[in-house]
């Protein structure tokens, strides 16, 4: 059962992907900034409520009322695509940092590609945290947010590696806050599994972090300890 209604899932999600992304692609030249961030929100959310449906995966939100109005780095604990669907749905206007290879995926890709992502070769780790530096901190002056993984890839659920200081030196050289997220979206969406578990996923959104206040190493292990603390709490 769990693998027909995780193939009913793929059935609706891939044929909706091509439609929707079609759509921006060819209307992106007279879209607003406004509408291009509603078709990209409409994506996700008819991408959760479409997986709620075939899959039985809920989700509850616990503090809302902590994102702030203005740009922001979001850090969050990586385990599978769905949280990366939920972040650019809150977070837009958003930038993702994405590996540049992800671009090349037909459609989907390709309208990423016209939201001026922030594309890294994973390959060459020394360029991809300078590029990640300067294309961030551009970014978030235009008033667009950045989410960053900074496991770098995605973990089992239940596990956590040890995070990378990037996001921490993104914000601080950009003056911006940074917003920890945790989450147990591998309960349900489990890394590189095509079988998607029924459950409820929680994802709590922390209070924004002044990073002028900190160091990146300081401000990176207050961000790390904050989110393995609140994945522990949602798993017992």
Known sequence: MLLLRSFLFYLGFVPMTIVIASLFILLFPIQSKTLRNR???FWCT??????????????????????????AVYVANHQSSWEAILLYKLAYPVS???????????????SMRLQQPIAIDRSNPREAGKSMLTQGVERLNRGMSVIV??????????????????????????GAPIVPISHNAG????????????????????????????????????IERWIRDNCRTSRS
């Open 149 to 174: 993984f900074p496991e770098g890839s995605r973990s089992p659920a239940g596990a956590i590696k040890k995070f990378s200081r990037g996001g921490a030196k993104l914000a601080i050289a950009a």
């Open 96 to 110: 993702p940092i994405l590996k540049k290879e992800l671009l090349r995926i037909p459609f989907w890709g390709w």
């Open 39 to 41: 078709i990209a929100s």
């Open 187 to 222: 309960d349900c969406w489990p890394p590189r599994k095509f079988i998607k578990q029924p459950g409820l996923i929680t994802v709590t959104i922390g209070e924004a972090i002044d990073s002028s206040k900190h160091s990146a190493s300081e401000l990176t292990e207050k």
């Open 46 to 71: 008819s991408a959760l409520n479409w997986l709620r449906f075939s899959c039985g995966v809920q989700y509850q939100i616990i503090g809302l009322e902590n994102l702030p109005a203005r740009s």
